[in-house]
């Protein structure tokens, strides 16, 4: 089992989301007695009772004078059981971008409802990101049960309208748990509480500590991007020639036959060096230098793939775009795309569809993508790009759009369709040209 | 299957190598801050492995404030000689000598870092500077991302931070503006320990827990030295300490502690009920957003 769990959390505001996490790091006695006493003494200044636990992830001054949101801040506690990051978004959730900042890597995400409220549209638009984005788990938090009078009928109510949203989303049974709390006063957060028996599942913090982490798939074909050739130079190692990466799928033996994408040339891979020494295998996740057979020319930006299980080489690319950006994208614009190592320049040839969160449908031919919204596009490169569909690897299917004159990262992108409510009947990522849109989803005119 | 799965210093230790690499991939002149303390000192062992067996890519930038521990200067000269580096070192003490600092009424010369560390940003042109700045140290840097643009000012405008996502970096920046980059951001100090210990890392023995003169003020056990000495109703003692962090004399304090191995430190660490800032540091005591104020003018 692995001892280190990524997750986000996501909700609506006031749900309690930083109540939350503060009483997890509360409750599993994170924080340190220097910044609860200055939580004491701000909840004090402001003239509350008892401490307001929210402040202990409330970061910046502009956001505790404010009530404006800079972004995801990151928070690290650890149990005996296991290590966590959390990804906290917290304020105006409202904004896409932070629920996907945060979702981008994380390996559950624990999402909140108000139970007087239930499931509404922002816990729809968030799940639907999540998916989108291919978090594996969820936890879906009641909280504020204290405030129903510990109703088991309200929260079996959510529980069963939020599983079916979910498995409609593509989440599998098990990989959705419901669990009723109060970040306030604690129930079900950490301790196990009195005033809900007739539930016997876990409290937030054993789920988080027993829930299985999906490991790097072992069994994926062989994917690294070469970050940096490892050239000494040095009178010891005259010849040395490696090629330095994270890799970003399955894994690598001595032996193996590898094929280096864009330029197709093939090799066997004769090494697998670190600074600990030569390695008898490496997997996923691994920062590795690898060494192959023959001198070929492989620099920054190339891929190593395994040989016969390759990713599409192709400079046409049909994706899910979350627009980041103030200034909305319209066809036609020129910008860099970012995929693993490389970055090529590239051009919006086509608005497909755009995400309705609010109806889970999706509305044809927008004539622009605004800041939050994620919609299907058509992308041409300027070169041929080995590309594998964001649902076959988080890795090696995601990649940034970057403007190309100030730098800014204006949109997160995955190559296919992940979600299923977005494929349109879509047969493949890479096939821009027969991709033809079709309205069988509840379609609404584009504006 | 021989593959393990990485444990969390193993990620940990993979990551900030990714992080190494996408920079010497992506920038024309990459700096790694090294004081000699225990953050930089792992923060250079990381970049020696990234990069082995070949020489690391990048200089070494040391803002001297003229206030530290001998112990620390002897243990970073030493390191920059054994592993054959460039290290560069900007004095603060020179800024002062020719006006363009001035010394601070109270002594305390960490604020005073700033601008020799942009003015060696500009003289050099370095593009990306690494520090090993971590985010579980305080509340403002919770929110700082690996890649921290800042602008040609060497100001952080948080506003202007890009969102990152997955592991895919951005760092392109203006002609004049540069790149943090913090390879040991999802560290907390109890990994730091924990892979200093795995690695057998050597640090300065300040960091152990040994004898020394010290005096109490505003809480905290101060050395004597160039920074200052005790004053009137401060009384120098002897005590078993030890430092957490270790920065400017002057505001850095010791812990009354008899760790004085990695064992004993670490088991220290796991049972502290106090930040290592808050522990020692008088310069994050200032305000609620002292770190924050400081890192927008261009500190760390
Ligand atoms: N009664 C009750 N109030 C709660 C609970 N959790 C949070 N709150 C309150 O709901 C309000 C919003 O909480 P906050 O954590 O700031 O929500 P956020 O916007 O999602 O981060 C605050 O007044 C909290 O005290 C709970 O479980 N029960
Ligand atoms: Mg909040």
Request: glycine share 8%; aromatic share 6%; with cysteine.
């Amino acid at each position: 089992m692995s001892d280190l769990l990524r997750l986000a959390t996501a909700g609506s505001v006031d749900d309690g989301k930083s109540t939350l996490v503060g009483r997890l790091l509360y409750d599993t006695k994170s924080v340190l007695a220097d910044t609860l006493d200055a939580v004491h003494r701000a909840s004090a200044d402001r003239g509350l009772a008892t401490p307001d636990l929210s402040l202990l992830v409330d970061g910046l001054r502009s956001e505790r004078e404010q009530g404006i949101t800079i972004d995801v801040a990151y928070r690290y506690f650890a149990t005996p059981k296991r290590s966590f990051v959390l990804a906290d978004t917290p304020g105006h959730v409202q904004y896409t971008r932070n629920t996907v900042t945060g979702a981008s890597t994380a390996q559950l995400a624990v999402l909140l409802v108000d139970a007087r409220k239930g499931v509404i549209e922002q816990t729809r638009r968030h799940a639907a990101v999540l998916a989108l984005l291919g978090v594996p788990r969820l936890v879906l938090a009641v909280n504020k049960i204290d405030l129903v009078d510990y109703d088991e009928v309200t929260f079996s109510r959510i529980a069963k309208e939020f599983t079916a949203h979910a498995t409609a989303l593509g989440y599998t049974e098990d990989s959705v748990v419901e669990i009723p709390v109060s970040a306030l006063a604690g129930d079900n957060v950490v301790e196990k509480s009195a005033n809900t028996p007739w539930y016997s599942g876990p409290t937030l913090l054993e789920h988080l500590e027993n829930v299985p982490v999906e490991p790097d798939p072992h069994d994926a074909p062989f994917r690294f991007p070469v970050q940096y050739v490892i050239r000494p130079r040095t009178a010891e190692h005259l010849d040395y020639r490696g090629y330095a990466g994270l890799i970003a799928a399955g894994t690598v033996k001595p032996g193996d036959e590898v094929v280096v994408l864009p330029s197709g040339r093939r090799s066997t891979v004769t090494k697998i060096d670190t600074a600990d020494g030569e390695l008898a295998e490496a997997a996923a996740g691994q920062s590795v230098t690898l060494l192959l057979a023959d001198e070929i020319d492989i620099s920054r930006g190339d891929l190593i793939s395994v040989a016969g299980n390759e990713p599409t080489v192709t400079d046409e690319l049909d994706a899910t775009l979350c627009w980041l950006a103030e200034k909305p994208l319209r066809a036609g614009a020129r910008v860099l795309v970012k995929h693993g190592t490389r970055t090529v320049q590239a051009m919006v040839t086509d608005l497909r569809d755009r995400f309705d969160e609010q109806t889970l449908s999706s509305v044809d031919g927008p004539s622009s993508l605004e800041l939050n919204e994620i919609g299907r596009v058509a992308l041409r490169l300027a070169e041929p790009v080995p590309l594998d569909d964001y649902s076959f690897s988080r890795r090696t299917g995601s990649f940034l759009v970057i403007d190309a004159s100030d730098g800014s990262t204006l949109a997160a992108g995955l190559v296919g369709a992940p979600l299923p409510l977005l494929e349109n009947g879509v047969e493949s990522c890479t096939g821009g040209s027969t991709a033809t849109p079709d309205d069988h989803a509840l379609v609404s005119p584009g504006p | 299957m021989t593959t393990a799965t990485l444990d969390t210093l193993g990620r940990l230790e993979s990551e900030a190598i990714h992080i190494f690499r996408e920079v010497a991939g992506e920038f024309d002149r990459p700096v790694i801050l090294f004081s000699g303390g225990k953050d930089s000192t792992l923060l250079l062992h990381l970049a020696i492995k990234a990069f082995y067996p070949a020489p690391v890519p990048f200089p070494l930038l040391h803002v001297d404030t003229g206030h530290n521990f001998d112990e620390v200067i002897e243990f970073r000269d030493r390191v920059v000689a054994q592993h054959g580096l460039r290290l560069e070192v900007a004095k603060v003490q020179d800024w002062i000598d020719d006006g363009r600092l001035e010394e601070r009424p109270d002594g305390t010369r960490n604020p005073l870092q700033t601008v020799p560390l942009l003015d060696s940003i500009t003289q050099h042109k370095f593009d990306a500077v690494f520090g090993g700045g971590r985010r579980d140290e305080e509340r403002a840097r919770a929110k700082e991302r690996i890649f921290s643009l800042r602008t040609a000012f060497g100001q952080w405008d948080p506003k202007r931070q890009r969102p990152e996502l997955w592991n895919l970096y951005n760092g392109r920046h203006r002609a004049g503006e540069h790149v943090r980059v913090f390879p040991l951001s999802n560290w907390t100090e109890l990994d730091v320990w924990n892979y200093i210990e795995r690695e057998g890392i050597e640090l300065p023995d300040i960091y152990y827990s040994h004898e020394r003169e010290v005096f109490l003020r505003d809480g905290m056990w101060l050395a004597e030295g160039p920074w200052g000495k005790a004053r009137d109703g401060e009384t120098l003692q002897r005590k078993v300490v030890r430092y957490r962090t270790v920065g400017d004399g002057s505001c850095t304090g010791a812990v009354e502690s008899d760790a004085a191995d990695i064992h004993a430190v670490i088991a220290e660490v796991a049972a502290s009920r106090l930040t290592e800032r808050g522990a020692t540091r008088a310069d994050d005591r200032l305000s609620e957003a002292a770190m924050e104020d400081r890192k927008r003018e261009g500190y760390f």
